[in-house]
């Protein structure tokens, strides 16, 4: 068999899998930027968003940083993957981007 993926045939967000006479191309986990495999201990560098921690790349909850970041009135911070989101507090709605008592 010859090892196709020894020419990094693959895109930069894709690791190589080689195969008996062929190789194929998998999606690298979302916490990384490149990975040489499969899962969030493999990534090259983390995406944003995402923190090395143990040798992985794991997600940082910016809801629960010192400073906090959702700072309109009746506002709450919902923890994403990678990311976060900032929404009205229950019993309010947004309203042109203010959260106004429903």
């Known amino acids: 068999d010859l090892d196709e993926c020894a020419a990094s045939p693959c895109k930069d967000h894709q690791y190589c899998l080689n195969t008996d006479g062929s190789f194929s191309c998998k999606a690298c986990d979302a916490s990384c930027v490149g990975c040489t495999g499969e899962g969030c201990d493999k990534c090259k560098t983390c995406a944003p968003g995402y923190v090395k921690?143990?040798?992985?790349?794991?997600?940082?909850?910016?809801?629960?940083?010192?400073?906090?970041?959702?700072?309109k009135e009746n506002q709450d911070c919902v923890n994403t993957s990678g990311s976060y989101k900032c929404v009205c507090s229950e019993g309010f709605e947004d309203k042109d981007g203010t959260c106004v008592q429903t």
């Open 53 to 71: 921690e143990d040798e992985k790349c794991t997600d940082i909850d910016e809801c629960n940083l010192p400073e906090k970041i959702c700072v």
